[in-house]
């Protein structure tokens, strides 16, 4: 299978660390009509080196971040030395930041201290979608969390090698760099720590447009959109050109029915089985507790360390910059129940409804295995699940999204909460 072969069977992550690899500047990540990106080979550059292929996150298996030593395994969140529930003490910080504000919290610690020289990252220009990869030196920069495909490829060529950074991502963007990492040692003296995100799924540009029309508000309005902050757990802020505003709850509302339905999602989503970012060196999601969250309107984070020496750094933080109380595995997996339950228990039986229907698989790299989980309820929910993937490219089911009350969109929710549910507890 080559590079454009993982396109055509929906493995594609769109990470685009494949146009890095390129020496020859033949691989250019262009946006396809579902939303997503996927790399578009000048065939007159070419000179089949197979670099990209070599360092393709759906083609390879990249064990070098698992065979690392750790003081402890999970089978649900990976390796890791340990664990916290925490948040910034920067109230400001806090409040503003998707889940707490520990991410930023550290990376300007870093900084500050001389660790690094940069932070590899997400930042945004003026426009409803405009979230581009690029280097800061201000953290404050930084957007916050970002639900829709951006590939990291031209960034990973304009860094200054001669200095270190730390780069943030989500599972599929990590997955491509430390392939690309195992084939550049250069690179790997530089990207000097991983940040990782938890991440269940993104959704497509259509997907989002649909929220909006859906509660009155028209795409083309829109100035400015932020996906996550303003408390906990937040909801879309949306700033339109007229100077009005809005916000979309992140819970029990529009955006929480389509996006956790999965509606206008991606093959290679359904594909992958890592959600807390396990290859990362540290990585950050909401602390989904109902101890955590009882009380709490400005935001927690759970934060599985998996690098000793980001651990000392931590360690060194809390109590002056960083609130963190110890947590442990079993915690951790509580706290992301749903998304684990999908990507990993019923990841199997997955495999084989994505089969049948002619899409690849992109190679598990965990240790140990996956769980098997078979029967009716299993294969129900993921039937479902890849229609409500596919449904997202129909312009009808769009228009009932955007036409449908929010009763309507909270019982089809439910039911598919429900089956989520028997499905995780078939034997």
Known sequence: ???????????????????????????????????????????????????????????????????KE??????????????????SLNKERRYTSTSGGVLPEIAEHLLRKGAIDAVIGLG??????????????DVSELTRAVYIPVPLDTVLKDIDRSKRYLLIGLPCHVHGLKCLLEKDPELKKCIKYVFGLFCSHTISETGVRTVLENRGIDPASVDKLSFRGNGWPGGISISLKDG???????????????????????????CCVDHTNELADISFGDAWLKEVMAGDDQGSSMVIVRDPELLSVLNEMNGSTLALT????????????APLTIKKSLYLSRKKILTAFGYGEIRPF????????????PAAFNFILLLNVLSGRSYIMRRFAANAGIPILRTLYGIFKALLKKAGENR
């Open 1 to 67: 299978m080559d590079l454009l072969d993982t396109v055509e069977k929906g493995t594609c992550t769109g990470c685009g660390v494949c146009t890095a690899a390129c020496r020859y500047g033949a691989i250019k990540m262009e946006k396809t009509p579902d939303g997503s990106y996927a790399p578009s080979v000048k065939i007159s550059l070419c000179v089949d080196c197979g670099n990209c292929t070599a360092i393709c996150p759906a083609l390879n298996i990249c064990p070098s971040g698992i065979k």
């Open 70 to 87: 750790r003081s402890h395994r999970n089978n649900a969140i990976g390796s890791f030395e340990e664990i916290f529930t925490g948040y």
């Open 124 to 137: 945004r220009r003026e426009g409803l979608f405009e979230y581009v990869p690029g280097i800061f030196s």
């Open 244 to 270: 009005r505003t809005a916000l979309i709850a992140n819970q029990d509302s529009v955006w929480s029915f389509l996006y956790g339905g999965y509606f206008c999602s991606f093959i290679h989503c359904l």
């Open 326 to 337: 110890p947590s442990n595995p079993n915690k951790a997996a509580k706290s992301q129940r």
């Open 366 to 377: 965990l240790e140990g295995g996956l769980p098997e989980k078979s029967g009716f309820f």
